[in-house]
Nanobody
């Protein structure tokens, strides 16, 4: 059974940075397309960033975080990262790691319908 465990969350001031990590166990990590989603209070969960499986040759980020957030993966460590820079209070949310069992190398998972496994989420709070 695949397990995804997020870490690296916490509280940071506006303009600061955080790096989230998500470690996978119980499956073949390199075969999964990996994504990050987030849910702010009172809002629906939304897509943040995604990276394709294996060498991560394809990636995508949401318009709201483009230029500030970067997704990457380390298959040797079974880990996907989300580097978050220039954070704003609007980035305050619970961030979820997600894995999709895709069939092609360049596919990225940007919608919840294609997520097969979820982490429990980790809180990021950005103070003004």
């Amino acid at each position: 059974q695949v397990q995804l465990i997020e870490s690296g969350g916490g509280t940071v001031q506006a303009g600061g940075s955080l790096r989230l990590s998500c470690v996978s166990s119980g499956g073949t990590f390199s075969n999964y397309a990996m994504s990050w989603f987030r849910q702010s209070p009172g809002k629906k969960r939304e897509f943040v960033a995604a990276i394709s499986r294996r060498d991560g040759g394809s990636d995508r980020v949401a318009d709201s975080v483009r230029g500030r957030f970067t997704i990457s993966r380390d298959n040797a460590e079974n880990t996907v990262y989300l580097q978050m820079d220039n954070l704003t209070p609007e980035d305050t949310a619970v961030y979820y790691c997600a894995a999709g069992e895709v069939s092609f190398d360049l596919v990225v998972v940007v919608t919840e319908a294609y997520v097969d496994h979820w982490g429990k989420g980790i809180l990021v709070t950005v103070s003004s």
